[in-house]
């Protein structure tokens, strides 16, 4: 089994829940805080943990309440630390996320994790049948310093674009899974899509990245997922399901968030590769809501995770 390493960002979640949003300048009263374990890159470690992968984790924290407690939660999921660094430098990141009427609000503070050098991330050492996972939560020179070491060393690359910031073709060709959403995925191909738009559609907008021999995968949200694997498009349905959010219970799809986005290609090519990928789609979904309801790690996709 090859082992699983994550470059990205470690957030704590910080999320009051009220009836409705205060205007701008009104103070209103709240109904709970709550303390999520969240950022891209700890999603993603946990999802691969626990799939059963070996999983390593390069980030910041901060030297803080909050980095003691997420280095705590991360260490008891199985993640590796090994290449975690807490900084004196900075705060750790943090997410302040208001919700009201199933509407959120948020203001991510990146702290910690906008000092994730590329330095940091020379440390590991790769082997082929290895994967590196990365994000654009922590700066776009670390990202591309990992690709490159990982794509050296014949390990496979997985790139979630987001949040969507502009990158070079450089960056795109140390790809080999490129996973992202609709909203994503019109941003880096210039093209206005929907969620409600057709399948086809999509696979026309992913085939435009020109990722020939690749995989990239659209997750949809509850319509599931669209996408290209060595050329070949592939279509699969979201069903909903019951997911435990705080004290509330939702109806969440199956096949959504970073979690899912991390186990599907894992499980797809390192984990089950007889599999077919509509099945390891349905298992990653599965596993991202058990981790919801088993160790409090909230959704990395945020908007989507509090509520569509």
């Known amino acids: 089994m090859g082992r699983v390493f994550v470059a990205g960002s470690i957030n704590m979640d910080v999320v009051a829940t009220a009836d409705r949003h205060p205007r701008i300048g009104e103070t209103i009263a709240g109904n709970a805080v709550l303390y999520f374990p969240g950022g891209k890159g700890a999603n993603q470690a946990v999802a691969a943990a626990k799939l059963g992968a070996p999983t ?3 980030g910041r924290l901060g030297r803080d309440a909050f ?5 705590a939660f991360l260490t008891a999921q199985g ?8 900084t004196a430098d900075a705060h750790t990141g943090t997410a302040i996320i208001t919700v009201a009427n199933a509407d959120n609000t948020i203001v991510v503070v990146p702290g910690a994790n906008a000092l994730v050098s590329a330095g940091d991330v020379e440390a590991p050492v790769f082997v082929k049948g290895d994967i590196a996972v990365s994000q654009f939560e922590i700066p776009l020179p670390t990202v591309r310093a990992f690709f490159k070491r990982a794509r050296a060393a014949g390990a496979t690359t997985i790139l979630n674009p987001a949040p969507a910031i502009e990158f070079d073709a450089e960056m795109l060709d140390l790809v080999d899974i490129l996973i992202l959403n609709e909203s994503e995925l019109g941003f880096l191909t210039k093209t206005e899509l929907h969620d409600t738009d057709d399948y086809p559609r999509f696979i026309e907008a992913a085939r435009s990245l020109q990722m020939d021999e690749k995989t990239v995968c659209v997750t949809l949200g509850k319509r599931g997922i669209a996408a290209l694997i060595d050329g070949r498009p592939h279509m699969d349905l979201g069903r909903a399901v019951d997911a435990v959010i705080g004290n509330a219970q939702q109806q969440r799809p199956a096949s959504a968030g970073d979690a899912n986005r991390q186990s599907v290609e894992f499980r797809q090519h390192r984990v089950a590769p007889r599999l077919q990928f509509a099945d ?14 088993g160790c409090g790690l909230c959704d990395p996709d945020r908007h989507d995770h509090i509520g569509e």
Not at 67 to 71: F, H, N, Y
Not at 80 to 85: A, G, I, N, R, Y
Not at 281 to 292: F, K, M, N, P, T
């Open 67 to 71: 980095g003691d407690e997420l280095k």
């Open 56 to 58: 390593t984790l390069i």
């Open 280 to 293: 390891v789609v349905r298992q990653g979904g599965h596993a991202a809501l058990e981790r919801d309801r």
């Open 79 to 86: 993640v590796d630390l090994t290449f975690v660094q807490q």
